[in-house]
């Protein structure tokens, strides 16, 4: 018995001439001769040949889409095109049967929505192969970034009683039986009787705390699982989803952007140099879809095209003030091709973001300094007293991808906008003691794994690049 | 103005006779001279020179422990003990005052009970830095080992429709008001009517979404929060805590014992070859503790000397049926030692376990094939029919690290244990179907990140180990 090897080891040693066993699922089995198998290690399926006069025509019919099968065999140069080995083999045993009546997945193609129904088998999909190997490609890559600069990974809290953020709706925690919740004598759910004693929601961002950390550790990030019981069923929202968001302790802005700005040029570099056959393959399919589209609404630039304009140009800086004026006197505003009307104060649509970038700056684009009144209470107010140290990341295809801000560190001014936006500052005291104890300069953002994973993909719906989707109605697997 | 260095790079190099700048958080100011400034980078603090002759007595009051400072000057050789280099100060600035008289944290050594109160300020305490960063890079270790072998990080479901693991009391979720919950005509909570359209949980486990990622993408794991509802006001259990879940295709139980094993033993090494100063703090801080303790309950090594003991033997390995031979007929059972009387079928105790690794073995120890009662039904059956393929791995000081199990890969076997165990068939449709389509054998283990932790941090009380730790009656932050 020969260890097993992968397949995608064998296929990229390019090696011939020697015995080795491999271990897989298969995707098709062609002229009872050739198996297309594939193990998940690569988006490739190594091609098995079968002598199919020495072999049990039972067992020839047991290979079939879906089944597992151990193979030994000899590894010889492929006549084939497409890859330079392939496998002869010698032995042939079946792991687990398929039955092809049952199977949902036909070697054909499947629409993404028929295989969203079946999530728990969409794992053995070319597209769901790739797309959720450059998934956990970009989370390495993203803990690589942090710990190669010295940042610590932060877990803050999931469950939190804080519900002061008003960063959306949030989804309520108990230990209670619901048909059986404890009162007070006015009727009132009793939540001194609950698990923690009072009210607990499902957190909607780690930034508060990832400043407690920066005030301490210097430079953190979280990477972690948040949560919105938003009811919208659109191809952009999940209730559940993964943000990365570092917290910087003597950031000022531009180190943020610095920072932003090395950080997603890194994660693109890392996609194209750990993904290179699943982003060509995701690529395909990215100028397929487009292809089902209107002329119009296709996408100007290829999949690995995107990559590149963003890889390789200096964002773009510059003031919301400034990105408003340029809009104003934009042909498109004076054209009234804007679905929305453009003014100071606005908050900027995603036509006017992808406007910036695609059509007047061709680069990403980094916008400054945002009206306060459309920005959260913890953003650092400018002298001017209209707008605050932030700063959104503007992608092509998408908008914004990165929204962050240095961070309000003045105690009094940070109470007054708590105040403006009716925060609790006895709820949130240990937010403020970071300003009342040393407090200093700092800063942070947020950035939306999934939506990252769409632009390094292309894939066009956030549902397809979470392994299990928590949508309104849909807790499937 | 020079650029910011980061104090443990400026340490490290051991380089002087330049001009720098610095910022950090006051630690001590002794003699109106030396300041240990930290910033969080290293739990060494940069000795920092003041010039009292040529400084504002004004300025100098306001130095003080937790103040944040920017300071400017030049590296020069330290006279002193315990550093290569200072900084002699040229410019001092306050970025951040502190209130002496109100800020809770005072240059001496407070309870790890007062500092679980201030949990939003105990980053900035020696323990808890050095606590902080191990576990930084024990997370980023386990990316990188499970990276290094192609393993896909898999993000489970937090938010889960399924209460059929039997793995203890779950968290409901709802986004229901709870003063005003829909009802049926039955008069119970119409859960139709809730955001996901049925009852909702905080998932206590990634593994079995783990197994159908793995049963196309070949090798996975999880890294992520798990929950438990359970009151238990202990110093071993969390609420809200982490979990390391690997479960990979094609791998029987010694493949799963030699990955668990070859994982623990990077780990520890990783934590050796990254936090040298954290550990050698920790290290001291653990012999102190220890002295507190009576004679008999201390420990027998020191922390290192426990890290070294698991990394430089190899894990001994044997059945369930051996290891209770072993402790009936250990000299410990005869004089009555043991707390828990030790007989086939039992569930070991910790007092047991550590018999194995402590006294007997003197080494790790990993446990195979466990009475199939006392475990849960997705473990392999083994042919004698009373035994399942399942391992725990034992280590010094805290018993079990790790439990995981081949899988039941074979789909009537599996079934027939889920009647056993009253689990719905039904629910977990989408389990059994990888034992229908393709099924093969597989194996999978679990890891408890603050345990881990605990083990290379010496931290005896698990609220010490997380950020913000979530536990009965405590939600704090």
Redesign the interface.
Known sequence: MHP?V?I?TLLQSGRSGYETTV????RTFRNNQFIALN???TSASLQVVVDREQTDPALLRRIVT???L?VTGTVIPSPGKGQQVELKATEITI?????PD??P?QPKKHSLEFLREIA?????TNT??AV??V??AL??AI??FF?EK?????????????DAEGAG?M??????D??D?PRSAEG??DFRQD????P?H?TVSGQL?GE??A?????VYTF??T?R?E?SNTARHL??F?MIEPEM??YELEDNMNLAEEMLKYLIAAALEHCGDDLELLGKRFDEEEKQKPQQQRSEMGLLEKLKFCLDQPFQRLTYTEAIALLENSPYQKKKKFQYPVSWGMDMQSEHERYLVEKHFKKPVIVTDYPAEIKAFYMRQNDDGKTVAAMDVLFPGIGEIIGGSQRE?RYDRLLQRMEVQHISPEELY??L?????????HSGFGLGFERLIQFITGMGNIRDV???P?T??????
């Open positions: 097993r992968k995608k271990k897989g699922w298969v193990d998940g290690s879906g089944a597992a151990s792991l687990g049967d398929c039955d049952t199977y997945l728990h088998l969409r794992f053995r769901f192969g959720f190997r998934r956990h989370a390495f803990h690589r710990n010295g940042f610590v990974y932060l877990h803050t809290p999931i469950i939190t009683a804080s709706e989804f309520r925690v108990t230990a209670f619901l048909n919740i009132n759910p698990f923690f004693g009072r607990a499902l705390e407690l950390g005030m301490g550790l210097g430079e972690g699982p949560f019981a009811n209730a559940e993964w302790a003597f560190e240990w937010y003691d970071t300003r009342r104890f040393g407090t200093c300069p979470i392994p299990f928590r309104p109605r849909n807790i499937s697997f």
